[in-house]
Structures are given as C-alpha cells and as structure tokens.
C-alpha cells in the first residue's frame, strides 16, 4: 500500500514531499555517482539529484530508497549494496538517503516522464551540475562520507 504521497510543511518551514519522509539511493561505482536530471514539472525541476521520493509508513529507508530508484532508474537491486545512510532532518521530517556501491552489470536509465536524464557523474564534477537545493545544501556532508568511501585515483 502506498500511503506516503502528500505534501508536509516541516519544522523548518518548508514544504516537502512524503508524509512519512523521503528516501533517496545514491550509487557509487568506480568514483562515478548516478544522478538523475529532474523534469522541469516536478518539485525543483530542472535540478541534478538522487532518484528518490516519498516513503510508506511499512517501508525501512533501505526499502523506499530502492524501490522509488527501481520505479525511476529500473535498476536492478541485486547489483547494488548499501553501505551507509545520511539523514537530513527537518525536525518533523526527514530525507534519507542511503549510499551504496553499483556493480559492473548495473543499468540505469529513464524511466518516467519525471527524468530528462540519469547520469554517471564523477564524483569530484557534482558541483558543476545545477543541483537539487537540498542536496546541493547537504552535498558538502555527503561529500565527507565519499571521502572515507573513494580513493582518488
């Protein structure tokens, strides 16, 4: 069942989607991440982010995050491993977003009308993109996280 469609005004102020929280998967694979470029009609279109979105009262993070990048990417989860989660917290909600390692066999592609692209993008290039605000306002944390995750090569 599907019940975390819905807007929420946070703590902060601001509004969000999924009533329950967001979750988001972000791929690394070989010091590339996978990103999607948002259709201009959705929620801060136009953006580079992770695939993600609202996530259901009965879904872990790991299991919202995968599936809303299964409906968005049509990857397959038997080629990723999830290695760690960084929270954003709004005080009432909460956006998750669960890093893992994509292999080899791994494809991703658009999917719905939500996408203008998905992308492999070099870790170190992130910031070239216009980014989703609010990952662009949590990249510098992630980034720490990819540090200790990513050798440079």
Known sequence: MRDGD??????CGNRHWGKHGAAGLLLIR????????RAPWV???????????????????????????????????????????FSDLHGNWRYD???????????????????????????QEVTQLDLHPSFAKTWPQVLEILNDLITPA
Do not use: F, K
């Open 6 to 11: 819905g807007w929420v005004e946070c703590d």
């Open 30 to 37: 070989d010091q590339h991440l996978l990103l999607q470029h």
């Open 43 to 85: 929620h801060n279109g136009d953006t580079w982010g992770v695939p993600g979105g609202a996530r259901d009262s009965h879904e872990t993070i790991i299991e919202a995050a995968v599936r809303e990048a299964v409906e968005e990417t049509g990857i397959d989860p038997a080629h990723i491993q999830p290695i760690t989660t």
């Open 97 to 123: 977003t669960v890093l893992a390692t994509a292999t080899l066999d791994l494809v991703a592609r658009e999917l719905n009308d939500e996408s203008h692209e998905v992308r492999w993008v070099h870790w």
